[in-house]
């Protein structure tokens, strides 16, 4: 049987397992408040063991059936941004991607090649006929890359998050198998 989170490659990147030698990036990515302008799933890193810790929850992905990938610049070989898959449902082959990028490299169609090399692996991989994707109503070039990708809308997710004493909507997205493949 084949891995289910296998190492990608696309022109530009290289999307590997995470590892213990990436806490210094995990830890400087997680700290950035522009990076975490829109995460409000968790609070911004201020030590180097949050990071630690991070890397430490998706050790064994294969068994656990959620995953880290970290994206790495191939010319500089330079970790630049992460993404992954959790909430997997094998019975109905749903799975919810994350993602974040190094905001030195917004705009310059990386992570839409990330997402790309991830949601061909899910799908033939995992095995997903439903791909999910959660955005905060303000992060417009986040809702902007998954509309690209021919994600849909499909409406917004009242109160998703609760951070720093506030309830954050978030716009819900799917991509479902038939229409990545039309």
């Given at each position: 049987m084949g891995k289910f989170f296998p190492e990608l490659e696309t022109n530009r990147l290289t999307l590997r397992d995470i590892i213990g030698d990436d806490a210094d990036f995990i830890y400087k990515h997680f700290s950035n408040e522009k990076v975490c302008e829109y995460l409000y799933d968790e609070e911004i890193y201020t030590k180097k063991e949050e990071a630690i810790e991070l890397i430490e929850s998706y050790i064994n992905s294969e068994e656990k059936g959620y995953n880290r990938w970290v994206l790495v610049e191939k010319s500089s070989q330079e970790p630049i941004g992460t993404c992954g898959y959790f909430l997997w449902d094998k019975v109905n082959n749903i799975a919810e991607i994350g993602?974040?990028?190094?905001?030195?490299?917004?705009?310059?169609?990386?992570?839409?090649?990330?997402?790309?090399?991830?949601?061909?692996s899910g799908f033939t991989n995992m095995n997903l006929n439903r791909i999910n994707a959660h955005?905060?109503?303000?992060?417009?070039?986040s809702a902007n890359t998954l509309e690209s990708l021919e994600f849909k809308r499909e409406g917004i997710?009242?109160?998703?998050?609760?951070?720093?004493g506030k309830y954050y909507d978030h716009y819900s997205y799917s991509l479902l198998k038939k229409d990545w493949y039309e």
């Amino acid at each position: 049987m084949g891995k289910f989170f296998p190492e990608l490659e696309t022109n530009r990147l290289t999307l590997r397992d995470i590892i213990g030698d990436d806490a210094d990036f995990i830890y400087k990515h997680f700290s950035n408040e522009k990076v975490c302008e829109y995460l409000y799933d968790e609070e911004i890193y201020t030590k180097k063991e949050e990071a630690i810790e991070l890397i430490e929850s998706y050790i064994n992905s294969e068994e656990k059936g959620y995953n880290r990938w970290v994206l790495v610049e191939k010319s500089s070989q330079e970790p630049i941004g992460t993404c992954g898959y959790f909430l997997w449902d094998k019975v109905n082959n749903i799975a919810e991607i994350g993602y974040d990028l190094w905001h030195e490299f917004w705009g310059l169609g990386y992570m839409k090649e990330a997402l790309t090399a991830a949601i061909e692996s899910g799908f033939t991989n995992m095995n997903l006929n439903r791909i999910n994707a959660h955005v905060a109503l303000e992060n417009e070039k986040s809702a902007n890359t998954l509309e690209s990708l021919e994600f849909k809308r499909e409406g917004i997710y009242r109160d998703k998050h609760l951070f720093r004493g506030k309830y954050y909507d978030h716009y819900s997205y799917s991509l479902l198998k038939k229409d990545w493949y039309e």
